[in-house]
């Protein structure tokens, strides 16, 4: 299989010419390259095996660090044994966890999970990738038209990429670029266009880079991964987090926004400010 076939992006039209798909392979190396490496893996230890379990990303507000993701992945936090993987080391989250309320997950499917990074893992982390303020779009500056993108490892892609002896981890990305969804399909889904970004995608009916029909892999384990927009500005901004597919009469991809939750985002920081 060609480095080409190993990252898909749903189809948009019909143009696969060789001047679209080199300018989308120029966009492939820029994201796997620049973006990759801002997405963790999150983990599952299970009898001393460890499973993919979601994705995530670290941010750093005014020295204030945070692990984000989905609630459904980070809510076992402290009640089952939960690791992210840098450095070759499997680390352990614990914190002070911050979610959206069960009775909104559940109405309007809101999944943002905020975990506050305690001292000692502060030290572990120090030399991580994280994301700052302004990386985030916290005032929807995001152009609606424009294209999303979706990075992270798929748990069917990574089922054999733990060597627990060498403590390596060989994971395979995927990369998608994704529409948004018509205001239907956001009715059809029972959910808002304040608090959640829908984006089409057809697993079925996308194109590799070298133009060949390809079926996506599930998106499993892409849970919680950052999903980044483009500003007017020209400028790539995490948009939300990714929450759930749906591949039935609906191809959709849901992604919580973070806009809505600069409100709680102050309040954890003047929390943690006045009790240091």
């Known amino acids: 299989m060609s480095e080409l076939e190993k990252h898909f992006e749903p189809i948009k039209d019909n143009d696969i010419s060789s001047e679209h798909l080199k300018n989308k392979q120029v966009a492939e190396d820029f994201f796997i390259n620049n973006l990759l490496p801002l997405t963790l893996e999150v983990f599952l230890e299970t009898n001393g095996n460890f499973i993919f379990y979601g994705s995530g990303f670290l941010l750093n507000l005014d020295e204030i660090?945070?692990?984000i993701s989905a609630t459904h992945v980070l809510k076992w936090v402290g009640q089952k044994r939960i690791y992210i993987f840098y450095n070759n080391e499997f680390i352990l989250l614990n914190g002070f966890f911050c979610t959206t309320s069960p009775n909104k997950q559940g109405k309007d499917r809101i999944d943002l999970g905020i975990l506050k990074i305690p001292d000692y893992l502060s030290k572990k982390l120090k030399e991580a990738p994280f994301l700052v303020r302004d990386d985030i779009d916290w005032h929807d500056e995001i152009v609606k038209s424009d294209e999303y993108y979706l990075i992270g490892y798929p748990a069917t892609k990574n089922k054999y990429a733990?060597?627990?002896?060498?403590?390596?981890?060989?994971?395979?990305?995927?990369?998608?670029?994704?529409?948004?969804?018509?205001?239907e399909i956001y009715k059809k889904l029972k959910v808002s266009e304040k608090n959640t970004i829908a984006l089409n995608f057809d697993k079925k009916k996308v194109i590799s880079l070298d133009g060949m029909h390809k079926t996506a892999p599930n998106l499993d384990g892409l849970s919680g991964s950052?999903?980044?927009?483009?500003?007017?500005?020209?400028?790539?901004?995490?948009?939300?987090?990714?929450?759930?597919?749906?591949?039935?009469?609906?191809?959709s991809v849901l992604v919580t926004k973070i806009s809505p939750f600069l409100d709680v985002f102050r309040m954890l920081i003047d929390y943690e400010r006045n009790n240091n």
């Open 162 to 183: 733990i060597d627990k002896v060498a403590k390596t981890i060989t994971s395979t990305p995927f990369f998608a670029i994704c529409w948004e969804s018509s205001p």
């Open 65 to 67: 660090l945070f692990f």
């Open 226 to 251: 950052p999903v980044w927009g483009m500003s007017d500005k020209l400028k790539l901004l995490v948009a939300g987090v990714l929450i759930e597919h749906h591949q039935h009469s609906i191809k």
